[in-house]
């Protein structure tokens, strides 16, 4: 079975600190794709990594693939309590039309 | 104008009832999906369609049957509701199979 584990689980930061988040899997992905979702919402495309080894950069976020491209991680700098929400990671699966999900970082930036 | 659009966002029910929940997405895609995200935020594949056609199935109770009359709607429509079917589900649609998908706001289920 393919997964994708994310590290940590919850994450609990003052602001203008820096944090990393972890995708991880004993597969190899064509792609992963980060979203962030808000209470109440629905997930929201970040990025799409496609290439191992790629870094992506969004304003204080930075994505990137490793070189296997079994894992992946998102760094934020400075952060703001705006970044607060769940991180998801997102694979294709094996199966046509599986897009496979982790369970996410749920990460709270206070104040 | 939404993107993905389901309807409704909460839906209350009694044990036993049948209830629906529609999908629309006006982004000209070709892949829809249900997902259930359950209390752990959990986001677990359902269904998936591609042109109208049902390419995924994952292990789901036979009371969920998902319905598709053309490209832009996938509908959800779920049979004797029990207690462990509250959740929210997301409808979401990509472009093409597990590629960038967009999600509507939910429908937070809530059986009684």
């Known amino acids: 079975t393919q997964l994708l584990e994310q590290s940590p689980q919850f994450l609990s930061i003052q602001e203008g600190e820096n944090l990393t988040v972890y995708c991880n899997s004993s597969s190899v992905f064509s792609s992963l794709q980060w979203y962030r979702q808000e209470p109440g919402e629905g997930p929201v495309l970040l990025v799409t990594v496609v290439t191992g080894g790629e870094v992506k950069k969004l304003k204080r976020l930075t994505f990137q693939f490793g070189d296997a491209r079994k894992d992946s991680s998102l760094h934020i700098t400075a952060a703001q309590p705006g970044d607060t929400g769940l991180y998801l990671c997102?694979?294709?699966?094996?199966?046509?039309?599986?897009?496979?999900f982790g369970k996410g970082t749920k990460l709270s930036v206070k104040p | 104008d939404t993107a993905v659009s389901q309807t409704p966002k909460y839906l209350v029910t009694q044990m036993g009832n049948d209830k629906s929940i529609k999908c629309e997405q006006n982004l000209g895609h070709d892949t829809m999906y249900w997902y259930k995200q359950d209390s752990k935020k959990f986001l677990k594949i359902m269904f998936s369609y591609n042109n109208k056609e049902l390419i995924i199935n994952e292990t789901v109770p036979n009371r969920f049957s998902p319905k598709s009359p053309d490209k832009a709607h996938l509908n959800l429509h779920i049979n004797s509701l029990e207690l462990g079917d509250s959740a929210v589900y997301f409808c979401?649609?990509?472009?093409?199979?597990?590629?960038?998908?967009?999600f509507g706001q939910g429908t937070r289920l809530t059986v009684v």
């Open positions: 997102a694979g294709k699966g094996r199966s046509q039309g599986n897009l496979i």
């Open positions: 979401a649609s990509s472009q093409r199979p597990a590629t960038e998908a967009f």
